[in-house]
C-alpha cells in the first residue's frame, strides 16, 4: 500500500510537471507569437496588391513640378503640395523612387534641389517656403546622395565630389553650434539637440497658429507666448510635429534620430573620402564610433530593451517608448543582442493593421504622431530595421499588415466623409492617404483631416511589396 501511494505521488507529480511545461510553452509561444511567423499572418487583400502597387507608378509620373525657384523638376507629396518640397519626406520617397527606372532621375533631382537650398540658405529647411524655412527636419541629405550615388551605373565621383562641399555645410549646420545658423549643442560634446531660429514675430505667429490644439491661453504677454511655444517649434523641427515623446520640452531632450542619423553622416563621409581618395580629412570612422559609443551610452535603456530619448537635463529618459527605437537597427547601429531586445518589444507597437509609432500611454492630449497613428516612414524603418538583422518572418508580416492597411481604404477609404473646418470632405476610392488607425485599420483624422498622400505612404508601400515578393 505504502509503494503504491509513492508511485500514485509520483504519477501524479509527473502529470503536473508534464502540465505546466506545456503551459509555459503554450504560453511563450502565445506572448511571443507576434514576432514569430509571417506565415501565420494571412493576407486580406492580396488580390489588390500589384493593382496599387502599378497605380503607384502611374502616380509619381503624374506628380512631376517645375517651380521658379527650384532649378530641378521634382516629385511633389500630392496635388495640392506642387510647389513645395519637404525634407525628411524626400529622402523617403526617393527610397521609393529609387526602385523604379523610369523615376530614378527624380531621385536624383530632388537631391539636388535639397543641396541648392543648402547653397542659398545653408541648410536644408522643413519646406521650400515661407513657413518653413525657419528650422530645418531630420537629417537625411548624406543618406540621400550616396543612395542615388549608389544607384548609378557609372558612378559620377565629379557629381559626388562637387556635393560632397555642400554636403559639409549642412553638417556644419548641425554641429558648429555659435557659429551656425542655430545653436545644437547640449552638454555632451557630440551629442545633439533640436533648435528653430525663428524670429519674434515668427514665433508668435507659432503661438497663434498652435494656440487651440493645445489650450493655450489667448490673452498673455509676449514673453509668457514666447516661453510657452518655443519648444513646440523645436519639436516641429523633428517632423513629428506634435508628440509625447519630450513632455513638451523637446530642447532638453537627445533625440535618438538625430543623433543616429549624425552617426550615418559620418558613417558616409567616410565612405565618400573613400571613394574620392581625398587627402586631409578628419577621421570620420573615429567621429562616427565616438558618437556611437555615446547613442550607447545615453541613449540606449538597458531597463527597457529600447533605444529611447534622453531628458538631459533631468537626467531621465522619456515616459514615452517610440518606434523610433528601430532608427539605429535601420542604419546597422545596433549591436545583435541590442537588436534581440529591441524586436522582444515590437509587441508595444504591433496591432492588426501594422505598427503605430508610439507605445499607449492613455494621452490626454491628442497628437498627430502617437498611438493609434501609422506613419509611413516609421513603419518603414522598422521594416527595414527588421530585416537587418535577421528577423526577416517579422518584417514579411508587417509588411503584409501594412499592404493590407493600404489596400483596405484604396478599396474602401473610411470614413468616407470628414469635416474640415465648415467643409464636409469626401474621400475617393483608389487613393493613398497621409496617416492611418493602427486598431481599425481605417484612416486617421486627428489632430486634422488625413489628406490624400503619395509621398512617403506610396514608397512605403512599394518597398513593402518588394520586399515581401523578392
Request: with cysteine; net charge neutral.
Given at each position: 500500500?505504502?509503494?503504491?501511494?509513492?508511485?500514485?505521488?509520483?504519477?501524479?507529480?509527473?502529470?503536473?510537471?508534464?502540465?505546466?511545461?506545456?503551459?509555459?510553452?503554450?504560453?511563450?509561444?502565445?506572448?511571443t507569437?507576434?514576432q514569430v511567423?509571417?506565415?501565420?499572418?494571412?493576407?486580406?487583400?492580396?488580390?489588390?496588391?500589384?493593382?496599387?502597387?502599378?497605380?503607384?507608378?502611374?502616380?509619381?509620373?503624374?506628380?512631376?513640378?517645375?517651380?521658379?525657384?527650384?532649378?530641378?523638376?521634382?516629385?511633389?507629396?500630392?496635388?495640392?503640395?506642387k510647389?513645395?518640397?519637404?525634407?525628411?519626406?524626400?529622402y523617403?520617397?526617393?527610397?521609393?523612387?529609387?526602385?523604379?527606372d523610369?523615376?530614378?532621375?527624380?531621385?536624383?533631382?530632388?537631391?539636388?534641389?535639397?543641396?541648392?537650398?543648402?547653397?542659398?540658405i545653408?541648410?536644408?529647411?522643413?519646406?521650400?517656403?515661407?513657413?518653413?524655412?525657419?528650422?530645418?527636419q531630420?537629417?537625411?541629405l548624406?543618406?540621400?546622395?550616396?543612395?542615388?550615388?549608389?544607384?548609378?551605373?557609372?558612378?559620377?565621383t565629379?557629381?559626388?565630389?562637387?556635393?560632397?562641399k555642400l554636403?559639409?555645410?549642412?553638417?556644419?549646420?548641425?554641429?558648429?553650434?555659435?557659429?551656425?545658423?542655430e545653436?545644437?549643442?547640449t552638454?555632451?560634446?557630440?551629442?545633439?539637440?533640436?533648435?528653430?531660429?525663428?524670429?519674434?514675430s515668427?514665433?508668435?505667429?507659432?503661438?497663434?497658429?498652435?494656440?487651440?490644439?493645445?489650450?493655450?491661453?489667448?490673452?498673455?504677454?509676449?514673453?509668457?507666448?514666447?516661453?510657452?511655444?518655443?519648444?513646440?517649434?523645436?519639436e516641429?523641427?523633428?517632423?513629428?510635429d506634435f508628440?509625447?515623446?519630450?513632455?513638451?520640452?523637446?530642447?532638453?531632450?537627445?533625440?535618438?534620430?538625430?543623433?543616429?542619423?549624425m552617426?550615418?553622416?559620418?558613417k558616409?563621409?567616410?565612405?565618400?573620402?573613400?571613394?574620392?581618395?581625398?587627402?586631409?580629412?578628419?577621421?570620420?570612422?573615429?567621429?562616427?564610433?565616438?558618437?556611437?559609443?555615446?547613442?550607447?551610452?545615453?541613449l540606449?535603456n538597458?531597463?527597457?530593451?529600447?533605444?529611447?530619448?534622453?531628458?538631459?537635463?533631468?537626467?531621465?529618459?522619456?515616459?514615452?517608448?517610440?518606434?523610433?527605437?528601430?532608427?539605429?537597427?535601420?542604419?546597422n547601429?545596433?549591436?545583435?543582442?541590442?537588436?534581440?531586445?529591441?524586436?522582444s518589444?515590437?509587441?508595444?507597437?504591433e496591432?492588426?493593421?501594422?505598427?503605430?509609432?508610439?507605445?499607449?500611454?492613455?494621452?490626454?492630449?491628442?497628437?498627430q504622431?502617437d498611438?493609434?497613428?501609422?506613419w509611413?516612414p516609421?513603419?518603414?524603418?522598422?521594416?527595414?530595421g527588421?530585416?537587418?538583422?535577421?528577423y526577416k518572418?517579422?518584417?514579411?508580416?508587417?509588411?503584409?499588415?501594412?499592404?493590407d492597411?493600404?489596400?483596405?481604404?484604396?478599396?474602401?477609404?473610411m470614413?468616407?466623409?470628414v469635416?474640415?473646418?465648415?467643409e464636409?470632405?469626401?474621400?475617393?476610392?483608389?487613393?493613398l492617404?497621409?496617416?492611418y488607425?493602427v486598431?481599425?485599420?481605417e484612416?486617421?483624422?486627428?489632430?486634422?483631416?488625413?489628406?490624400?498622400?503619395?509621398?512617403?505612404?506610396?514608397?512605403?508601400?512599394?518597398?513593402?511589396?518588394?520586399?515581401v515578393n523578392k
Amino acid at each position: 500500500m505504502h509503494l503504491f501511494y509513492q508511485y500514485s505521488r509520483l504519477l501524479i507529480s509527473i502529470v503536473l510537471i508534464s502540465t505546466f511545461l506545456f503551459s509555459c510553452k503554450n504560453n511563450s509561444k502565445q506572448e511571443t507569437l507576434t514576432q514569430v511567423d509571417s506565415s501565420l499572418y494571412k493576407p486580406k487583400y492580396s488580390d489588390r496588391y500589384k493593382e496599387i502597387y502599378d497605380t503607384i507608378q502611374s502616380e509619381f509620373n503624374s506628380l512631376k513640378a517645375k517651380v521658379d525657384y527650384m532649378p530641378k523638376e521634382f516629385v511633389s507629396i500630392n496635388e495640392g503640395f506642387k510647389h513645395i518640397m519637404f525634407y525628411w519626406d524626400t529622402y523617403f520617397m526617393n527610397r521609393g523612387l529609387l526602385r523604379t527606372d523610369t523615376l530614378k532621375r527624380m531621385a536624383k533631382n530632388n537631391t539636388e534641389n535639397m543641396l541648392f537650398m543648402v547653397q542659398k540658405i545653408g541648410f536644408v529647411p522643413n519646406a521650400t517656403m515661407s513657413w518653413g524655412m525657419n528650422r530645418s527636419q531630420p537629417p537625411y541629405l548624406s543618406m540621400m546622395i550616396r543612395d542615388v550615388y549608389d544607384a548609378s551605373q557609372n558612378k559620377d565621383t565629379a557629381w559626388l565630389k562637387q556635393n560632397f562641399k555642400l554636403l559639409k555645410k549642412e553638417y556644419a549646420f548641425w554641429m558648429n553650434g555659435d557659429k551656425a545658423i542655430e545653436d545644437h549643442r547640449t552638454p555632451v560634446k557630440g551629442l545633439l539637440k533640436w533648435a528653430h531660429h525663428c524670429s519674434k514675430s515668427e514665433v508668435l505667429a507659432f503661438y497663434d497658429q498652435i494656440k487651440d490644439r493645445f489650450n493655450f491661453p489667448k490673452d498673455t504677454t509676449e514673453e509668457v507666448k514666447i516661453k510657452m511655444v518655443e519648444p513646440y517649434i523645436s519639436e516641429a523641427a523633428t517632423g513629428w510635429d506634435f508628440n509625447p515623446r519630450f513632455g513638451n520640452r523637446c530642447p532638453d531632450y537627445w533625440s535618438v534620430e538625430l543623433n543616429t542619423n549624425m552617426y550615418v553622416y559620418q558613417k558616409n563621409f567616410a565612405y565618400f573620402v573613400k571613394e574620392l581618395g581625398l587627402k586631409g580629412e578628419p577621421d570620420w570612422e573615429a567621429e562616427a564610433e565616438n558618437t556611437k559609443a555615446l547613442i550607447n551610452k545615453y541613449l540606449w535603456n538597458e531597463e527597457r530593451g529600447l533605444y529611447m530619448d534622453y531628458d538631459y537635463v533631468n537626467n531621465k529618459f522619456s515616459s514615452v517608448a517610440s518606434l523610433i527605437t528601430f532608427q539605429p537597427l535601420f542604419f546597422n547601429l545596433a549591436s545583435k543582442e541590442q537588436a534581440e531586445k529591441v524586436v522582444s518589444n515590437l509587441k508595444l507597437f504591433e496591432y492588426e493593421w501594422s505598427v503605430t509609432v508610439c507605445e499607449n500611454t492613455n494621452q490626454k492630449t491628442i497628437y498627430q504622431w502617437d498611438y493609434p497613428a501609422v506613419w509611413a516612414p516609421i513603419f518603414t524603418l522598422c521594416m527595414v530595421g527588421l530585416d537587418n538583422y535577421g528577423y526577416k518572418e517579422d518584417a514579411k508580416r508587417i509588411a503584409y499588415k501594412y499592404m493590407d492597411l493600404i489596400a483596405k481604404n484604396f478599396v474602401n477609404p473610411m470614413p468616407l466623409e470628414v469635416k474640415n473646418g465648415n467643409e464636409t470632405l469626401k474621400r475617393k476610392f483608389g487613393r493613398l492617404y497621409e496617416k492611418y488607425h493602427v486598431v481599425t485599420g481605417e484612416i486617421y483624422d486627428p489632430e486634422y483631416p488625413s489628406m490624400e498622400m503619395m509621398d512617403w505612404t506610396a514608397s512605403a508601400y512599394m518597398e513593402a511589396y518588394q520586399y515581401v515578393n523578392k
